[in-house]
């Protein structure tokens, strides 16, 4: 019965953030495009726009400055970031890391 419980959850973009760790909304939307193997995107509810946690993680760091310089060429410029979950998963992973490619 708990198993049923968490399969009708609706899969809305509020819940996909959260299940991202509280990435960027606009590209979780990306993630719809067939960029995620199994990616499930149920309905169209815009989420709220005040996401207490995400206003907590933004109140302690400057965002990087923009460059005019741009990648030609694959990982030739590659972006990460190393992110708290908050919490430690059952297999004692605390931290992921994403990496984008310029």
């Known amino acids: 019965e708990c198993a049923h419980v968490g399969s009708t959850l609706p899969l809305d973009l509020e819940l996909w953030h959260r299940r ?3 990435y960027n909304l606009s590209d979780v939307k990306l993630s719809k495009n067939r960029l995620v193997e199994g990616f499930k995107l149920d309905s169209s509810a815009k989420p709220d726009p005040v ?3 995400c206003l907590g993680g933004k ?3 400057n965002p990087f400055p ?3 310089t741009r990648a030609f060429e694959i990982l030739e410029l590659v972006h990460m970031d190393v992110h708290d979950t908050g919490v430690i998963s ?3 992973y605390r931290y992921w890391i994403p990496f984008i490619c310029d």
Request: proline share 13%; with cysteine; aromatic share 14%.
């Open 20 to 22: 991202f760790f509280h």
């Open 51 to 53: 996401c207490e946690p």
């Open 59 to 61: 109140m302690h760091a």
């Open 66 to 68: 923009s460059s005019e």
């Open 90 to 92: 059952p297999s004692g």
